[in-house]
């Protein structure tokens, strides 16, 4: 089956390089999950992207803004600061 090609599955075949030791650890964590490496790294480039859309991040804050409404509270602002403080941005 060549690259790009549609198999089996619903899902896109494609080719990849990575190093030697990015594959080997991938290997060992998808073992460990108990998960095929496709599933893995597909996982794993889902979330990459998620991290790296920050428009739907944006968005997903002020969809949660507008539910949650302009109404000050000191005890939600305070947990909210510490929160993203030690959130990975």
Not at 11 to 35: F, N
């Amino acid at each position: 089956m060549g690259v790009g090609v549609r198999g089996y599955t619903d899902s896109m075949k494609t080719a990849v390089s990575i190093p030697d030791d990015v594959y080997e650890e991938a290997e060992r964590l998808a073992r460990r999950t108990k998960k095929s490496r496709s599933q893995l790294f597909s996982e794993a480039l889902k979330e990459y992207v998620a991290r790296h859309a920050p428009e739907d991040v944006t968005e997903a804050m002020n969809r949660v803004c507008a539910e949650v409404g302009d109404a000050a509270d000191e005890f939600v602002s305070s947990a909210s600061r510490r929160v993203l403080e030690r959130s990975e941005w």
